[in-house]
């Protein structure tokens, strides 16, 4: 339940009517480095540890990370070849020289008390990227900025309700994601969008997602925090000149809360002036469980954050002989990587657009990649999979991975489980019971194999059935479908039933 008063709302369309919403985007990237980005510790976002939810708290530290007096900071180089590269796919130009600063806060999750970050010279600047909507219209977002820094660690709150920090008793800290390496992209205000503009929200999150896994410089797993969005959204009168006051949605973490985020924004503020009522420059949080928005704290400017440079690392200066290395390096667009699957595929304009609605491309070509069929995944990706993620309202790739998708297919196409049995065996998956090999074993859910096994159920069905195998001695062979009806009832569901076809036939001949 949430914690603050409902928000008067006034109806999106009549909101469009009244006023002209403005939208701006800081999405933060987690570098899949080996190490941190100022220190040897291992990185709990490198590239399939795992290690995000399973590391005991405070075991992925060094002395930098937890900010101990006398403990300095060295550049990750890595971090800064992936961010270079980054900069380059968002069209921007890179900084012959930039540094890194000190932003001053509160940081309860950050031992030194304040963050290692770029201000006025950022590693990437200036670009432009285009967005594709679920309607085939494209967007250029333009990008003011892309800087590096490191995330902060994670506050566990105890004693309040649902983990929030109201009413709760006290507060652990964990340092484990402390230091991990980022990448801040920022937009320039982007104007114009009107009723797309949710839509635009979570297609421009996509696309960057998109960037950054093709780049392979991040999992970009929204659900793990690999990828988180602030969403700043302001609304002005039609014919206005001047910016409304905007507010900072905080930390989104999937693509359809970042179009609902921005959609109940534009309500919320709408209505707030209408009744001659101010915005509040601010943070607000998003509740997932109730689709709304509440206060966060009045939104700090630069001046604020005390900014001054870092005085224990040097400038970055990249080379021009790495800078062409890394362009000459990069991937094709997000727009051409969908046009091609298109092709390489062979899913028709219909397909492909479902598959862009359901926003599962990214899933669906890593399940090719691990070696099921373009059909196949395609099938269990807007089939079941997109079914259980309708009825829990969340993204369906937070529900399963691709290779146990990829394991799925393979059992059923070896046979070891027919369709039933394996939406079953997903139901495990996404339960948290394990990989599709081990679901099968633990539930006892794979294919009955043996001819013998199927023969004694089959004669037993036969010989209940007497005049059912009249009709199949008759030539009516259709008529076996009764006997495979119960034949598969008595196996559970897990038989073949083209083999059980087969042998129905076989024994009915021979009796």
């Known amino acids: 339940m949430a914690l603050h008063p409902p928000d008067l709302l006034m109806d999106y369309g009549d909101a469009l009517e009244r006023f002209e919403p403005v939208l701006g985007f800081e999405v933060h990237v987690e570098l899949s480095t080996a190490t941190k980005m100022f220190s040897a510790a291992p990185n709990p976002a490198a590239k399939g540890s795992g290690a995000f939810d399973a590391s005991a708290p405070n075991t992925m530290v060094a002395p930098v990370d937890m900010g101990l007096p006398g403990s300095l900071p060295v550049v990750n180089e890595t971090a800064i070849r992936y961010s270079i590269s980054l900069g380059l796919a968002l069209g921007c130009s890179i900084a012959p020289s930039s540094r890194f600063a000190r932003k001053n806060y509160f940081y309860p999750d950050l031992g030194k008390n304040y963050q290692i970050s770029q201000y006025d010279e950022p590693i990437a600047f200036e670009g432009a990227v285009e967005v594709e909507l679920e309607d085939g219209t494209v967007w250029t977002v333009p990008i003011e900025r892309a800087h590096m820094e490191e995330d902060a660690g994670k506050l566990t709150h105890v004693g309040g309700a649902a983990g929030r920090i109201q009413g709760a008793d006290h507060s652990l800290v964990d340092y484990n994601r ?197 059909a196949q995944a395609r099938k269990w990706w807007l089939g079941e999979i997109l079914r259980i993620a309708n009825e829990r309202d969340v993204d369906p790739g937070t529900l399963v991975s ?34 599709p090999e081990h679901v099968v074993q633990a ?69």
């Open 178 to 374: 402390a230091g991990v390496p980022l990448v801040e992209i920022v937009t320039k205000p982007i104007y114009g969008a009107e009723h797309a503009a949710p839509a635009l929200a979570k297609a421009y999150v996509a696309t960057i997602r998109d960037i950054v896994r093709s780049l392979g410089i991040s999992e970009a797993r929204m659900e793990r925090g690999n990828l988180r969005c602030d969403a700043n959204v302001s609304i002005r009168p039609r014919g206005q000149q001047a910016l409304g006051t905007r507010t900072e949605t905080k930390n989104v973490n999937s693509l359809r809360s970042v179009e609902r985020a921005v959609r109940y924004e534009i309500r919320r503020q709408a209505a707030v002036l209408a009744a001659g009522g101010s915005i509040v420059q601010e943070t607000r949080h998003w509740h997932e469980d109730t689709g709304t928005t509440s206060a966060g704290r009045p939104k700090s400017d630069a001046d604020d954050y005390r900014y001054f440079p870092e005085p224990d690392l040097l400038p970055v200066e990249p080379s021009a002989a790495l800078i062409a290395e890394l362009r000459q390096a990069l991937p094709e667009s997000p727009t051409q990587f969908r046009r091609r699957l298109q092709t390489d595929y062979g899913f028709t304009d219909g397909e492909f657009r479902d598959i862009l609605n359901a926003n599962v491309l990214v899933e669906i070509e890593d399940t090719i990649t691990k070696g099921a069929s373009p």
């Open 402 to 435: 691709p290779i146990h998708v990829s394991e799925l297919i393979a059992l059923v196409e070896n046979g070891e489980l027919t369709d039933r049995l394996a939406r079953q065996v997903l139901e495990g998956v996404i339960a948290g019971e394990g990989g």
């Open 443 to 511: 539930r006892g859910l794979a294919v009955v194999s043996d001819d013998i096994a199927l023969i004694a159920a089959i004669d037993t069905a036969l010989q209940s059935q007497p005049d059912v195998l009249q009709k199949i001695r008759d030539g009516r062979v259709q008529a076996a479908g009764a006997v495979i009806g119960a034949v598969m009832k008595a196996m559970r569901g897990q038989a073949d039933a083209a083999r059980v076809r087969e042998l129905v036939l076989e024994r009915a001949a021979a009796s």
